[in-house]
């Protein structure tokens, strides 16, 4: 963030002390990673393998967990981005996400339940906020998502 942004450059939250902008723009490399997230949002198999696939790619292989229950087949994924904790988890037809926050190792405090709606958005500024702290350029990461 820059001294003269009014607004944090990937989520649009207003900086503490600024006057408020009047519209909430992401900029273009958070926008065209959502929008690639959500052309593989068909079906939630299809949804939790693309997830796995790029979350791979950008977070240790550590931080990324892929199960599939013994009785009903249905599938969870499983990841940790910095000090945020993702559960991806397929309910019939549908996708189930839950954010929650991660210290020493531990989820604490309540979880999310993201709607569809926003998920995806949150999910590449969480990455993007995680790329950025450990030193990662984080446009070049969430592009590889």
């Not at 450059?9 to 009047?22: A, H, I, N």
Request: overall charge positive; hydrophobic content about 40%.
């Amino acid at each position: 963030m820059e001294s003269s942004d009014l607004n944090c450059r990937f989520c649009g939250k207003v900086v503490e002390g600024r006057t408020p902008s009047s519209s909430r723009q992401l900029p273009a490399a958070v926008t065209s990673a959502v929008e690639r997230l959500r052309v593989h949002l068909r079906t939630p198999d299809a949804a939790i393998d693309h997830l796995a696939e790029g979350l791979r790619r950008v977070l240790p292989r550590s931080g990324v967990h892929l199960s599939r229950s013994l009785l009903g087949g249905s599938r969870e994924l499983q990841v940790k981005v910095g000090t945020i904790a993702y559960s991806f988890r397929q309910e019939g037809g549908g996708l189930v996400v839950e954010r929650q926050s991660v210290a020493g190792g531990f989820a604490v405090g309540m979880k999310d339940l993201l709607p569809a709606s926003r998920w995806p958005e949150q999910l590449v500024i969480d990455v993007a906020n995680n790329a950025d702290a450990t030193g990662q350029d984080w446009k070049a990461t969430i592009a590889r998502l």
